[in-house]
């Protein structure tokens, strides 16, 4: 997390599951009489790391502790419960005081910088975590949204949280017929969700669709995504670039899921490159194109400025320009999987508006199979399953990348700066100067 936080700047994480009982969140009544205790210093050691940091949690509130249960159904190995509560006095307790402590442990004008959501993924499967009906999930927002807002009236509250971006007219509905707070909007998407990915602009177009039933005042956050096909390969960092890019005035954040393979759901499993999960980082810490890919985007600016002729120019290649300290631009050759006649393509890029005196030189970075790639080394390696030492040391020196200074031309009369490459399939250049 501290690499993932100094590398990427990433500034929010969000995980599951912190009233599950393995957090010892609501413990039995300690003189054996009737009612529960609360204990909430498991959540500081976590919390207390993350602000150590400088980052700040995304408050997933959920699930449902046993001993507040109205149920025995539960979710995953680590068994959190999925079922409404008994009762909703006991519910709408535990989170006034898990957000009072909050404050009394952070500060009113650190947590006020937080977002809460409520629950995780209640249409999805169904019934792998809720129980409950689309009413009852409203419900429970209802209640949850109003104890955290009695706390203070400014804290940030929101759902759906829905798998497949479902419910949010619905959730809307609701929300205004009966004056319920809401101050974002978030959901989740994958590419390969149904009915999976259609065309090269698939994705981009779904997360467009929800804006435009959101509306452009609200603040829309996508907490999960991912390349919908886990992979440790450049297929996930050029989706990533070209995604980012693409929808980048569509979403207010825009959150992978998840950044390690340390990842727990479906129990730990040892392969170092696990086709199960989509973590930036391996299991030994290995980093991943996908992430060299968010490291690239995190060393630039955050203006973007135009390309000529668009930024989808040519079949599966895209290009963006970038200002910040320096200039950078951006070329990615990628599209969904379903098309399998992807090719290197040769590009030639031309820039105005710059002398070559002012340009000096120009660096160019590669992030594709053959570059910041430890996959292919460990598949070269033999993909033995457990790491030793040496292994992971060799791995982690080919996951890096470097820049090479390239040439360019310039034209004589307009000044004009322009330089040829190629760019593989599923391949990201970037050039800097």
């Known amino acids: ?66 001993l507040l249960a109205s149920g025995n159904a539960t979710w995953s190995h680590y068994n ?29 004008e650190e947590v006020l910088t937080w977002n809460f959501e409520v629950w995780n993924e209640p249409n999805c499967c169904p019934h792998d975590f809720w129980t409950g009906s689309q009413h009852d999930y409203f419900i429970l927002y209802n209640y949850t949204a109003h104890a955290v807002k009695s706390v203070h009236p400014h804290l940030k509250v929101g759902g759906p949280t829905t798998a497949m971006s479902a419910w949010i007219p619905e959730f809307l509905n609701f929300c205004h017929t009966n004056n319920v707070p809401y101050d974002f909007i978030d959901t989740h998407e994958y590419p390969t969700d149904p009915p999976g990915p259609q065309s090269r602009t698939f994705f981009q177009s779904r997360l467009r669709k929800t804006r435009s039933i959101v509306g452009e005042h609200t603040p829309l956050y996508y907490t999960e995504y991912d390349d919908g096909y886990n992979s440790d390969g450049s297929y996930a960092s050029s989706f990533i670039l070209y995604t980012v890019f693409g929808v980048s005035n569509a979403v207010d954040i825009l959150s ?27 299991l030994y810490g290995i980093p991943k194109p996908s992430y060299r890919a968010f490291q690239l985007l995190h060393w630039t600016g955050n203006k973007v400025v135009s390309v000529n002729p668009g930024p989808d120019f040519y079949r599966t290649v895209s290009a963006y320009g970038v200002i910040g300290n320096k200039t950078r631009i951006f070329v990615v050759n990628w599209d969904v999987k ?19 005196s002012e340009i000096g030189k120009i660096e160019m970075w590669r992030v594709d199979e053959d570059h910041g790639n430890a996959k292919k080394e460990w598949e070269k390696m033999g993909r033995p399953m457990y790491l030793n030492n040496h292994q992971v040391e060799q791995l982690m020196k080919k996951s890096e990348i470097e820049p090479v200074h390239v040439d360019f031309e310039v034209e004589e009369h307009s000044g004009q700066v322009s330089l040829e490459f190629d760019v593989p399939p599923y391949g990201i250049v970037n050039l800097v100067f």
């Open 1 to 66: 997390m501290r690499k993932t936080r100094e590398d990427l700047g990433f500034q929010q994480v969000r995980f599951h599951g912190i009233f599950v009982d393995d957090m010892s969140v609501v413990l039995p009544n300690i003189t054996g009489g009737p009612g529960v205790n609360y204990s909430f210093f498991n959540v500081d050691r976590i919390y207390d790391f993350l602000v150590s940091i400088g980052m700040k949690p995304y408050v997933e509130i959920s699930f449902m502790p046993q």
């Open 80 to 108: 959190a419960f999925i079922t409404p509560p008994k009762t909703w006095d006991s519910w709408v307790y535990l989170v006034r005081n898990f957000t009072t402590h909050l404050i009394d442990r952070y500060g009113l």
């Open 256 to 282: 992978w899921w998840p950044f390690s393979d340390i990842f727990e759901e479906q129990g730990l499993y040892p392969q170092p490159f696990n086709p199960e999960c989509a973590g930036l980082l391996n």
């Open 338 to 356: 379903p098309n399998t006649n992807i090719q290197t393509e040769h590009v030639k890029i031309t820039i105005e508006g710059v002398s070559s």
